[in-house]
């Protein structure tokens, strides 16, 4: 059973910075991307930032500058570091495994974590 775990969310003043984190576990074999998308109020959960394997990073632009994406393969571990926080920024943040390969065989599989909460205040 793969579960990914978050922590790190919380409340911040505008221009602020919080580091998100989350792990995978359980029996994996390797992780394709990684990455984090967030979810405001009345609004569709969208990309905020992704890393591939092999290190390629991919930002929405309202971010780019601001957020730097970090992996570590050994650990199944992503982290996102926000800095110059926003209350746009304000959303729930969910974290994202995609083409995950489990030792049972070559079908590969997406799994979300629960969200952590991200508050920023003007």
């Known amino acids: 059973q793969v579960q990914l775990v978050e922590s790190g969310g919380g409340l911040v003043q505008a221009g602020g910075s919080l580091r998100l984190s989350c792990a995978a576990s359980?029996?994996?074999?390797?992780?394709?991307?990684m990455g984090w998308y967030r979810q405001a109020p009345g609004k569709e959960r969208g990309l905020v930032a992704l890393?591939?394997?092999?290190?390629?990073?991919t930002y929405v632009d309202s971010v780019k500058g601001r957020f730097t994406i970090y992996r570590d393969n050994a650990k199944n571990k992503v982290d996102l570091q926000m800095n110059s926080l926003e209350p746009e920024d304000t959303a729930v943040y969910y974290c994202?495994?995609?083409?995950?390969?489990?030792?049972?065989?070559?079908?590969?599989?997406?799994?979300w974590g629960q969200g952590t909460q991200v508050t920023v205040s003007s």
């Open positions: 359980g029996a994996i074999s390797s992780i394709n991307d």
């Open positions: 890393i591939k394997r092999g290190g390629i990073t």
């Open positions: 994202n495994a995609d083409g995950v390969r489990l030792p049972q065989g070559p079908q590969t599989y997406q799994y």
